[in-house]
């Protein structure tokens, strides 16, 4: 009998892709998933740090998890990501029972750390690597729905953002072989995913170097000269046509994005995240150049104060945010906008707080993750600023975030009603009964009934109302 895991994912996408990770390195070792932890040998957590509360969320299941143990001490409880490369031995100290701590940059050692926490031994590996990108392992799709996966471009972050602990907990930044993550875009549009999300940190600073080995098993899938023939049942690995990236040994972002988006006009690409300091008009131009790329930026401005975002090492001004905004909106016209926020960073003023509103309604972003300043142990901002915005005045500054970003969010769905999308079916809705949901190229999710579609299906809809979150629309085709 195989043995049985069981994986909890918290945080970010990038998290999720590394659970992905996880499950095939699991299942070559001859593990099994199970959803149920009672049937679980192995409890495993993937784990979040980015603000307290992330943690906390952690600690909580963690308590569940020695109950399980009390119940069945041989099961093995492992903590793997961001929550163990911050705390690392710590973490066994604790009394939480766990077993286990698994950096994220260590898990191809994870059959070694199991079968030594088997034996009563506590395992532990949180070495950072410069080079892992566990680049030639094709993930499990644990939780998929069939039609859209993540692909890992790159790995860790060197901006060093004054607030952040991701550069400690994941390290300097490396990106991807190339052809590996165009092959594994070809290999999951082959099994019906129509979409896929180019992940990292801060992709638009994908930069990958070849060698002249490098290109040797690579099946030269796409060569320049335009789009293959869409084959009728997915990719056929051919060597005609196809853009290659031999003689080409430096790969920046926008080339890769334009590889994958080459595989087949059926296959959407998108991508997350970019960092407003090199989001180039390269990579929009690739952007407004090909159809299947979707058109939909996630721009973290972080502040709409210069000095705010200066205190933050952000390395951009408001008028360069905003100069990017407009690059945006005159080389991709209908691009959507979705940003993070963060109200209450050390030292921020009234005053300060009023620019990030006014920057909101000035750029009018389709949605956005807003939250409170968390101070994070070891960072800059930890070690140099006074976390001295009183809770209350947080809570009021993001609850007046939260309330014009509601205002804009549904001003820009009301904008929709009468256009009529491309939407790329994903699966059942919520409600009503019988309704399908997708996605628009701009990421908004519409609701319509179609009881003939499949999900992976594109179908036509024209938007006839909306709520505060989704668009209701009727099918066109
Ligand atoms: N406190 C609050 N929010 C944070 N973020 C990152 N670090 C912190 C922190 N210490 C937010 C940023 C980032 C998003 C992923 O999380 O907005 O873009
Ligand atoms: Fe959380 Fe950041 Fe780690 Fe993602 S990279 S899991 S957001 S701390």
Redesign the pocket.
């Known amino acids: 009998m195989p043995k049985k895991y069981y994986i909890e994912t918290y945080g970010?996408q990038m998290n999720v892709a590394d659970s992905e990770v996880v499950a095939s390195i699991l299942g070559d070792a001859g593990y099994e998933p199970v959803k149920d932890i009672k049937k679980a040998d192995l409890i495993l957590v993937n784990t979040c740090s980015?603000?307290e509360n992330a943690e906390q969320r952690v600690w909580g299941r963690l308590d569940l998890f020695r109950s399980e143990k009390r119940k069945r001490p041989q099961v093995i409880v492992g903590v793997l990501g961001c929550m163990a490369e911050r705390l690392k031995e710590k973490l066994l100290d604790s009394d939480k029972m766990v077993d286990m701590v698994v950096g994220p940059d260590a898990y191809r050692d994870l059959p070694m750390l199991v079968s030594s926490a088997g034996e009563g031994h506590k395992a532990v590996n949180v070495l950072l690597s410069r080079e892992e990108t566990y680049a030639d392992i094709s993930p499990v799709r644990l939780e998929s729905n069939g039609v859209s996966a993540f692909i890992s471009i790159m790995r860790g972050c060197n901006n060093m953002?004054a607030?952040?602990?991701?550069p400690y907990t994941r390290g300097a930044e490396r990106s991807r072989d190339p052809h590996t993550i165009v092959r594994e875009a070809q290999e999951i549009f082959a099994k019906g995913y129509r979409e896929i999300t180019l992940l990292g940190q801060n992709v638009n600073s994908y930069s990958w170097t070849g060698t002249e080995t490098d290109n040797n098993d690579f099946p030269s899938l796409i060569r320049r000269g335009g789009l293959r023939q869409p084959a009728e049942d997915g990719v056929v690995l051919s060597n005609s046509q196809t853009l290659s990236i031999d003689n080409q040994k430096q790969i920046n972002f926008p080339r890769l994005l334009e590889m994958v988006a080459t595989i087949d006009p059926r296959l959407r690409v998108r991508f997350s995240?970019s960092h407003p300091k090199d989001l180039s008009d390269d990579v929009l131009h690739t952007m407004a150049k090909h159809d299947n790329i979707c058109k939909h930026i996630h721009l973290?401005v972080?502040s709409g104060s210069s000095s705010v975002l200066g205190r933050m090492n952000r390395k951009y001004t408001r008028e360069w945010y905003l100069d990017r905004i407009n690059a945006i909106k005159r080389i991709v016209p209908d691009c959507t906008l979705s940003t993070?926020?963060?109200a209450g960073f050390c030292g921020e003023t009234d005053e300060e707080h009023r620019e990030t509103l006014s920057l909101m309604h000035e750029v009018g972003f389709d949605f956005a993750?807003m939250?409170?300043?968390?101070?994070?142990p070891d960072?800059k901002?930890a070690r140099h600023m006074k976390d001295d915005v009183p809770e209350t005045v947080k809570t009021r500054r993001l609850n007046d975030i939260i309330a014009l970003q509601n205002q804009l969010s549904a001003k820009g769905k009301k904008a929709d009603i009468g256009k009529t999308f491309k939407v790329l079916v994903e699966g059942k809705a919520k409600k009503p009964a019988g309704a399908m949901m997708g996605r628009t190229t701009g990421n908004k999710v519409v609701v319509f009934q179609a009881a003939d579609t499949k999900p992976g299906d594109y179908v036509s809809i024209t938007i006839i109302n909306a709520t505060s979150a989704t668009l209701l629309g009727v099918r066109r085709d």
């Open positions: 970010c980015i603000r953002c607030y952040c602990v991701v995240t973290p972080q993070d926020i963060i993750y939250f409170k300043y968390s101070e994070r960072t901002a």
